[in-house]
């Protein structure tokens, strides 16, 4: 049985609809008008193996951070409901990822518990259309949202477009382990007998 979720967000500001499969193969459709942001989810999903269509239709005249806030709250939230209950999930996930000069180290806990450190310096403000601080800002809502205890750290990069892109396909496959089902697992990974 496929892990779906559909969500949509409407604000004032945006206005987002997705469809999340996290027993995908990586395929997507993504449009959030924002050219960079969508190579960045593009690749999330291809590394995480997760099926994506997203539309985002944000206030861009404004700039891209309420467009980018929000889709993380949209998936986060889809994540969430993708879960479900949760059982049988391995909960934790790590990868490091080189892209090129660049090595991410992205590990997280599915724990209900939201909690984000972001241990990296992107030297540069924009790549492409896209402000690079808007990469926490993302991690930030997809944490909420979905629950998840993050820690990204980089440990060698000066590019910042590979620093970026490390770090994304490193989130995808983290996601990836975290969200597989392991048989031995009975009920959810935990002593206290919830997540």
Do not use: C, W
């Not at 099926?51 to 700039?63: F, S, T």
């Not at 909960?91 to 599915?110: C, H, K, N, Q, W």
């Amino acid at each position: 049985m496929m892990r779906t979720a559909t969500m949509r967000r409407q604000t004032a500001e945006t206005n987002i609809s997705t469809t999340l499969n996290i027993d995908g193969t990586g395929k997507s459709e993504i449009a959030t008008g924002i050219g960079f942001f969508d190579h960045m989810l593009l690749l999330l999903t291809k590394h995480g193996f997760m099926d994506l269509q997203l539309i985002a239709q944000g206030d861009l005249q404004v700039d891209g951070h309420h467009t980018v806030e929000d889709t993380g709250i949209v998936l986060g939230q889809a994540l969430t409901k993708a879960l479900g209950d949760k059982n049988g999930i391995k909960r934790y996930g790590t990868a490091f990822v080189p892209m090129d000069e660049a090595l991410a180290m992205v590990s997280l806990d599915i724990s209900g518990r939201p909690f984000l450190v972001f241990d990296v310096a992107i030297p540069s403000e924009r790549i492409g259309d896209f402000d690079s601080e808007l990469t926490e800002e993302f991690l930030r809502a997809l944490t909420v949202h979905a629950g998840l205890t993050l820690h990204v750290r980089l440990l060698s990069g000066k590019n910042s477009h590979h620093i970026v892109e490390a770090i994304f396909k490193a989130l995808g496959r983290a996601l990836d382990e975290a969200a597989s089902i392991d048989e031995r697992i009975v009920g959810v990974m935990s002593s206290k007998g919830m997540l």
